[in-house]
């Protein structure tokens, strides 16, 4: 069974910093992406951060660029995202995302989520 664990979500004030873990387990295919999702109340869920796994090539949303970092974590199939001049409008569930492809086809999971809260 396909298990994604996020980490380090909480409550932080504007101008503050988190970081984020996401752990994947349990699946036979080939990683072929890790990202970041987002989701403010009553909004829909928006990429927030891709990180390719062979190429370590990197993408980010226009509103999180020069603040956000995604990067591999030293376990297998983990993935960071470090969060910093956090600003009320990044206040989110955040999901973690893995896609990956076996015999041609492709798959995809999600973590369950983990709330960010900017606020003073």
């Known amino acids: 069974q396909v298990q994604l664990v996020e980490s380090g979500g909480g409550l932080v004030q504007p101008g503050g910093s988190l970081r984020l873990s996401c752990a994947a387990s349990?699946?036979?295919?080939?990683?072929?992406?890790m990202s970041w999702y987002r989701q403010a109340l009553g909004k829909e869920r928006e990429l927030v951060s891709a990180i390719t796994w062979a190429t370590g090539r990197t993408n980010y949303a226009d509103s999180v660029k020069g603040r956000f970092t995604i990067s591999r974590g030293d376990e297998k199939n983990t993935v960071n995202l470090q969060m910093n001049s956090l600003k009320p409008e990044d206040t989110a569930v955040y999901y973690c995302?893995?896609?990956?492809?076996?015999?041609?086809?492709?798959?995809?999971?999600w973590g369950q989520g983990t709330q960010v809260t900017v606020s003073s």
């Open positions: 349990g699946f036979m295919f080939s990683t072929y992406a």
């Open positions: 995302r893995i896609d990956g492809r076996l015999r041609g086809l492709d798959y995809n999971h």
